[in-house]
């Protein structure tokens, strides 16, 4: 079945940009939009955005554009998320996760990437 | 970009009905039976048990069921039981191609 694999936990400095990734197995990576959310105790879930490998697009979400990138290498069906210029307020708990068959929910997820800044 | 608005916490006895609401906008709950639910346990990642408004996964007990009116989409736990405490997180698709999360509701079993 279809299952999404993480990176390990990450300690950055402030300033410092961060590479997180997501291994996806178990079912034809380029045909499903793939979406990264964040978690932290004070703003929940935060929706980042999401890309489809197969046509190439990608959609950030309105308050991520410009701070995250979202990219991705289909010869290994791996998903990456880019965070550069860290501060405190990056520090979270980083979910990648599959559109469900039928699309407009989320199905499977990454078990997270813990990312903390701190100086 | 606010968030879909939940109760911070619902609690039930063992056996028990409880129901955690999720009020939204027209822009999301309202204009979209994209309203899906997640179960969230301590250290773990949000597992799915409704999508759809009122569609279950594979495998996810028929104890849990939603519902929708206007902006509010509801989820329901019917036959409480201990294993059911956990943080729920509603979901919904939103204009202009993006998603947005409820706030969170932390239920509990006494």
């Known amino acids: 079945q279809a299952q999404l694999v993480q990176s390990g936990a990450e300690v950055k400095k402030p300033g410092a940009s961060v590479k997180v990734s997501c291994k996806a197995s178990?079912?034809?990576?380029?045909?499903?939009?793939l979406h990264w959310i964040r978690q932290t105790p004070g703003r929940g879930l935060e929706y980042l955005g999401c890309f489809r490998p197969e046509t190439g697009f990608i959609n950030y979400a309105q308050r991520f554009q410009g701070s995250v990138t979202m990219t991705w290498d289909t010869s290994i069906n791996t998903a990456y998320l880019e965070l550069t210029r860290l501060t405190s307020d990056d520090t979270a708990m980083y979910y990648c996760a599959r559109d469900r068959d039928g699309g407009f929910s989320f199905d499977p997820w990454g078990q997270g990437t813990l990312v903390s800044v701190s100086s | 970009q606010p968030a879909l608005t939940q109760p911070a916490s619902v609690s039930g006895s063992l056996g028990q009905s409880i129901s955690v609401s999720c009020t939204g906008t027209?822009?999301?709950?309202?204009?979209?039976?994209?309203v899906s639910w997640y179960q969230q346990h301590p250290g773990k990642a949000p597992k799915p048990i409704i999508y759809d408004v009122n569609r279950r996964p594979s495998g996810v007990s028929d104890r849990f069921s939603g519902s929708k009116s206007a902006n509010t989409a509801s989820l329901t736990i019917s036959g409480l039981r201990a294993e059911d405490e956990a943080d729920y997180y509603c979901?919904?698709?939103?204009?202009?191609?993006?998603?947005?999360f409820g706030t969170g509701t932390k239920v509990s079993v006494l």
């Open positions: 178990g079912y034809s990576f380029p045909h499903y939009f």
């Open positions: 979901m919904s698709y939103r204009d202009g191609n993006t998603y947005v």
């Open positions: 027209n822009s999301d709950i309202g204009n979209y039976n994209y």
